[in-house]
């Protein structure tokens, strides 16, 4: 979501991660974008980087087959975290692509505002102002939440655990966040890095988890804790002007999201894991070696390893190449093209 960084931010790369027959950008009445107010607010600006993934088999037991002995439940339980990142690089990514967002925005004549600059509006009036740098692990399970430096937003609220808590909509609704702000246009960015991937193996003889790296741009992320309750994090830049006078939607905007996910390849190497391992865990990751899953404590069974230089420029390569995309469409329809 940041401008054209090829020419601002001045990098080039032998090979693209994320291209524009990766992302899908919806357009709602696009040409009413070049008579909003030349101001705008960014309501959301996180970036999901997993650091850790949990998962257990249970196969039950029984009496074996022919009557011999009974046979107990096996539960096999693999827990894989990244070894090699340090956590100040993950806000300097997030730092970095903020800053590069403003400055684009501003050279294109639009004045910018976060939570602490613009007026209180109804949509927000029972909500709490936080303030940027922000690492948060309770967010979303394995992943740290990270907010730029300089970059205020709102929440409805801090759970005991310091999970924010977010007002519930079942639509995208910044149109009504817009409408409140005299039209002002409305930028959310949200993007999600996964590292891991873990699934059930076969074993006819008990349980078994296997798992490794696979670091990637994801389309969507979701995380169940139970049958009703789950979390979503889509991979989306939007920019949002005004309500619809008939529908529920915006009066105009554009959007860019993943058609899938985006493999980044050349960070971490193809070992994989099966079950659970005991390795050498006294060399633990900067964030620990414990975490918990839906109210239980797990050790990390394996790590993942990096150069934290490597994974620093890969994903940063990814989110400037899809930022790229999504602020050039942007930027389009704000000039009329």
């Known amino acids: 979501m940041i401008f054209v960084f090829v020419l601002v931010f001045g990098q080039s790369y032998s090979q693209d991660i994320v291209t524009e027959k990766d992302v899908k950008t919806t357009y709602v009445k696009k040409k009413l974008m070049k008579e909003a107010p030349k101001k705008v607010f960014i309501n959301t600006f996180k970036v999901y980087y997993q650091l850790i993934d949990s ?14 002995a009974y046979k107990g439940d096996a539960t096999a339980t693999l827990a894989v975290g990244i ?33 602490k600059t613009i007026k209180k509006i109804d949509y927000y009036q029972d909500h709490i102002i936080l303030e940027g740098p922000n690492m948060n692990q309770e967010q979303l399970e394995g992943y740290v939440m990270v907010a730029p430096e300089g970059y205020s937003y709102f929440v409805k609220g801090i759970s005991k655990k310091g999970k924010e808590k977010k007002k519930f909509k079942l639509v995208n609704t910044n149109y009504k966040v817009s409408k409140q ?17 873990l699934k059930e193996g076969v074993n006819l003889a008990g349980a078994k988890v296997k798992g490794g790296a696979d670091l990637k741009l994801a389309q969507s992320e979701i995380k169940t804790t139970n049958f009703v309750k789950q979390t ?4 989306e830049i939007s920019f949002v002007s005004g309500k619809d006078k008939v529908a529920a939607m915006p009066a105009t905007s554009v959007s860019s999201a993943l058609k899938k996910d985006v493999e980044i390849s050349g960070v971490f190497s193809d070992e994989k894991f099966k079950s659970v391992a005991n390795k050498d865990l006294d060399n633990t990751a900067e964030y620990g070696n414990i975490f918990e899953v839906d109210n ?27 930022m790229n995309i999504s602020y050039t469409n942007f930027r389009a329809v704000l000039k009329g093209k």
């Open 181 to 197: 702000l005299d039209d002002m246009i409305v930028v959310d960015v949200t993007i999600v890095i996964p590292s891991i991937w």
């Open 232 to 235: 979503q994090i889509i991979t």
């Open 296 to 322: 239980r404590t797990v050790k990390v069974t394996n790590y993942i390893e990096c150069e934290n230089d490597v994974y620093k420029a890969k994903v940063s390569q990814a989110i400037e190449e899809l």
């Open 55 to 68: 998962q257990s088999e249970t196969k039950k037991g029984g009496r074996q087959v022919g009557g011999g």
């Open 83 to 115: 070894k090699g990142v340090e956590l100040n690089t993950l806000q300097e990514i997030t730092n970095d692509f903020y800053n590069k967002l403003i400055a684009d925005l501003e050279a294109d004549g639009l004045e910018v505002f976060t939570a």
